[in-house]
């Protein structure tokens, strides 16, 4: 039996688009709204306005390029003064609508209500990006087929038998596609394209990130809400690195060998 472990240097050998920097792009342009708001957190794009209102310039900086380069390791790493930023408008918001308009005219309910519940919402932003993730696996593994490497590393090519058997940290199904290798011979740790109760879950590995944010001084309610979202995206975002490697122990000792076959 040979068994092999496959990340994503073995798609990019088969000329499929699925760097990370790949899925900013695909994110950027499917869900621009979404996208925006997930670099604002990080304390990355420069802010700008022009007719249509503000917006983020995404220039490829050395920081842009850096998230999304180690993408799951940096998504625990939000920007502390994007936080504190919230905490203070809300309170600029406050301030103004009880102080500086109370006497002179009624303020405007729907301005406050916009300013207010823009930065109180936070936005829901874990389901879109977890979405957009989906979307982006999916739209490779649907548009676009892998393609035969143009170098070939041993040993692993060719696969020797039936009695090889796959770890794939990847989500696409170029195994399947290029090789004809069974499904019972491959196991997707992080979920697989096409498959609705195993779909393509990522995640960063900071189980203190959530604790950290949870420090941070608050003051009232409304600063105690902000804290516990952000707190909570950071917990949803955490890959639950024991159940994969759970899994992943129990397909390697359910492997059924057939001694018929080559070794």
Same mark, same amino acid.
């Given at each position: 039996?040979?068994?092999?472990?496959?990340?994503?240097?073995?798609?990019?050998? +088969?000329?499929?688009?699925?760097?990370? $920097?790949?899925?900013?792009?695909?994110?950027?342009?499917?869900?621009?709204?979404?996208?925006?708001?997930?670099? =604002?957190?990080?304390?990355?794009?420069?802010? +700008? @306005?022009?007719?249509?209102?503000?917006?983020?310039?995404?220039?490829?900086?050395?920081?842009?390029?850096?998230?999304?380069?180690?993408?799951?390791?940096?998504? @625990?790493?939000?920007?502390? @003064?994007?936080?504190?930023?919230? $905490?203070?408008?809300?309170? =600029?918001?406050?301030?103004?609508?009880?102080?500086?308009?109370?006497?002179?005219?009624?303020?405007?309910?729907?301005?406050?209500?916009?300013?207010?519940? =823009?930065?109180?919402?936070?936005?829901? $932003?874990?389901?879109?990006?977890?979405?957009?993730?989906? @979307?982006?696996?999916?739209?490779?593994?649907?548009? *676009?087929?892998?393609?035969?490497?143009?170098k070939q590393p041993k040993p692993f090519y060719p696969i020797p038998n039936n009695n090889s058997f796959f770890v794939v940290f990847n989500y696409t199904h170029t195994l399947q596609k290029m090789y004809n290798i069974d499904n019972s011979h491959i196991f997707y740790p992080h979920g697989e394209a096409g498959n609705p109760?195993?779909?393509?879950?990522?995640?960063?590995?900071? /189980? /203190?990130?959530?604790?950290?944010?949870?420090?941070?001084?608050?003051?009232?309610?409304?600063?105690?809400?902000?804290?516990?979202?952000?707190?909570?995206?950071?917990?949803?975002?955490?890959?639950?690195?024991?159940?994969? $490697?759970?899994?992943?122990?129990?397909?390697?000792?359910? *492997?059924?060998?057939?001694?018929? =076959?080559?070794?």
């Open positions: 039996m040979k068994l092999y472990y496959i990340g994503n240097g073995f798609d990019l050998a +088969h000329n499929l688009p699925t760097r990370y $920097l790949d899925f900013k792009e695909y994110f950027k342009t499917n869900y621009p709204e979404y996208y925006y708001r997930f670099i =604002e957190m990080y304390g990355l794009g420069e802010i +700008h @306005s022009d007719y249509n209102g503000p917006y983020y310039d995404d220039s490829e900086s050395e920081e842009i390029i850096e998230l999304w380069m180690d993408f799951e390791n940096t998504l @625990s790493k939000i920007d502390s @003064s994007f936080i504190y930023n919230k $905490l203070g408008t809300i309170q =600029e918001t406050r301030d103004l609508t009880k102080s500086e308009f109370e006497g002179i005219f009624d303020p405007d309910p729907a301005w406050y209500n916009d300013v207010y519940v =823009e930065n109180m919402n936070l936005y829901e $932003l874990y389901k879109p990006l977890q979405k957009a993730f989906i @979307s982006w696996i999916e739209s490779i593994e649907k548009n *676009i087929f892998p393609t035969k490497p143009d109760k195993e779909y393509p879950k990522f995640g960063h590995g900071d /189980s /203190s990130a959530s604790e950290q944010i949870e420090a941070l001084e608050t003051y009232d309610d409304d600063s105690h809400y902000i804290i516990d979202w952000i707190s909570q995206y950071v917990s949803e975002t955490q890959k639950n690195v024991e159940d994969y $490697l759970w899994d992943t122990s129990n397909f390697l000792e359910n *492997i059924e060998i057939n001694d018929d =076959e080559e070794s």
